[in-house]
């Protein structure tokens, strides 16, 4: 187990990129725990700290560059999204045997629900038994002043009211205010300041147009620390789950809340899910957007696309379907 620049670079090596201020510090204070468990199980491995943000998107770029094939993400959805970038800079360079796997030491802990991985140790025991399942990767292309940018999402991408709490949670992470309870309040607070965006929204070759609540644009099924907004998504089968969230009472919102985390509330006469291949999004005025978690920028264009099975990642389902 070594850490620096001066590791040696193996291709059956797990290479683990932790970031060590995930879920408020935790993950670097567990950090010589958890490799503990990785050598237990045998785990061949060096790792990096990251020291900033977009730090991990830069370290699994070097990491393939040199030859690596095996990631290890320890942090949460965000620390997962950082590596994945850094591994699809060029998709055309990343191999067939390429592998993720995570151990979740986020706040919100997303992407693992899909996938059955329970808990650290959970996580673990899967990487060791090398269980994985080939993986659709999202991507949006948005419009910024210095041009088109691109940006991947594992999990789920998120437009409108979605965004908007996302900036403010990253507002208060500046202020010193982290964990579970800082979402809680910046999901209230934005709820009540909140206006729907002017929007147009084309997919499955339909137009939606007006004044839109909040998208979100699912692989896989959860976010927000456990709420089902994208219940139709797939994470294998080729295409984007849209959950489109039309103009909205306030009020309606609160008594409906719940459904959230079952996935029901798709039955609201203001909610439309589908499945589809592309979404583009226009607007007049610039509008927030997310990737799995992360705050990325204001944009009044974005078009969604994926890259179908493209890596392998660790489950802990039974089975891929």
């Given at each position: 187990?070594?850490?620096?620049?001066?590791?040696?670079?193996?291709?059956?090596?797990?290479?683990?990129?932790?970031?060590?201020?995930?879920?408020?510090?935790?993950?670097?204070?567990?950090?010589?725990?958890?490799?503990?468990?990785?050598?237990?199980?045998?785990?061949?491995?060096?790792?990096?700290?990251?020291?900033?943000?977009g730090h991990a998107i830069q370290l699994a770029v070097d990491g393939l560059k040199k030859g690596c094939s095996k990631f290890i993400a320890v942090g949460g959805d965000g620390?997962?999204?950082?590596?994945?970038?850094?591994?699809?800079?060029?998709?055309?360079?990343?191999?067939?045997?390429?592998?993720?796997?995570?151990?979740?030491?986020?706040?919100?802990?997303?992407?693992?629900?899909?996938?059955?991985?329970?808990?650290?140790?959970?996580?673990?025991?899967?990487?060791?038994?090398?269980?994985?399942?080939?993986?659709?990767?999202?991507?949006?292309?948005?419009?910024?002043?210095?041009?088109?940018?691109?940006?991947?999402?594992?999990?789920?991408?998120?437009?409108?009211?979605?965004?908007?709490?996302?900036?403010?949670?990253?507002?208060?992470?500046?202020?010193?205010?982290?964990?579970?309870?800082?979402?809680?309040?910046?999901?209230?607070?934005?709820?009540?300041?909140?206006?729907?965006?002017?929007?147009?929204?084309?997919?499955?070759?339909?137009?939606?147009?007006?004044?839109?609540?909040?998208?979100?644009?699912?692989?896989?099924?959860?976010?927000?620390?456990?709420?089902?907004?994208?219940?139709?998504?797939?994470?294998?089968?080729?295409?984007?789950?849209?959950?489109?969230?039309?103009?909205?009472?306030?009020?309606?919102i609160i008594f409906n809340f719940m459904r959230l985390f079952d996935g029901s509330f798709i039955k609201l006469r203001e909610v439309m899910a589908e499945r589809t291949q592309?979404?583009?999004?226009?607007?007049?005025?610039?509008?927030?957007?997310?990737?799995?978690?992360e705050f990325i920028a204001k944009t009044n264009f974005a078009k969604m696309n994926l890259v179908k099975g493209v890596i392998n990642t660790i489950t802990g389902l039974d089975?891929?379907?």
């Amino acid at each position: 187990m070594i850490e620096g620049d001066h590791q040696i670079f193996e291709r059956d090596k797990w290479y683990v990129i932790v970031n060590p201020e995930a879920a408020g510090g935790k993950a670097g204070k567990q950090w010589e725990t958890i490799s503990g468990k990785l050598s237990t199980y045998g785990i061949d491995f060096f790792f990096r700290f990251t020291t900033h943000r977009g730090h991990a998107i830069q370290l699994a770029v070097d990491g393939l560059k040199k030859g690596c094939s095996k990631f290890i993400a320890v942090g949460g959805d965000g620390t997962l999204n950082e590596v994945i970038n850094g591994l699809l800079r060029n998709e055309d360079e990343i191999a067939n045997d390429t592998t993720v796997g995570i151990i979740p030491l986020g706040t919100g802990n997303d992407w693992i629900k899909t996938h059955g991985i329970k808990d650290i140790d959970h996580a673990i025991e899967m990487i060791a038994h090398g269980k994985t399942v080939k993986h659709d990767i999202g991507y949006v292309e948005y419009n910024e002043s210095s041009g088109i940018e691109k940006r991947y999402f594992i999990n789920v991408a998120g437009f409108c009211f979605d965004a908007a709490v996302v900036k403010q949670v990253e507002y208060a992470r500046d202020k010193g205010n982290k964990g579970k309870f800082a979402y809680i309040q910046a999901l209230i607070q934005t709820l009540f300041k909140y206006a729907s965006d002017e929007l147009k929204v084309i997919f499955n070759g339909k137009e939606i147009s007006g004044r839109i609540f909040n998208i979100s644009v699912g692989i896989c099924n959860f976010n927000g620390g456990g709420m089902k907004i994208a219940p139709l998504a797939k994470f294998n089968d080729g295409l984007l789950d849209i959950t489109l969230v039309k103009k909205i009472a306030k009020i309606k919102i609160i008594f409906n809340f719940m459904r959230l985390f079952d996935g029901s509330f798709i039955k609201l006469r203001e909610v439309m899910a589908e499945r589809t291949q592309e979404i583009l999004i226009e607007s007049k005025k610039s509008i927030y957007f997310e990737v799995d978690g992360e705050f990325i920028a204001k944009t009044n264009f974005a078009k969604m696309n994926l890259v179908k099975g493209v890596i392998n990642t660790i489950t802990g389902l039974d089975q891929s379907s």
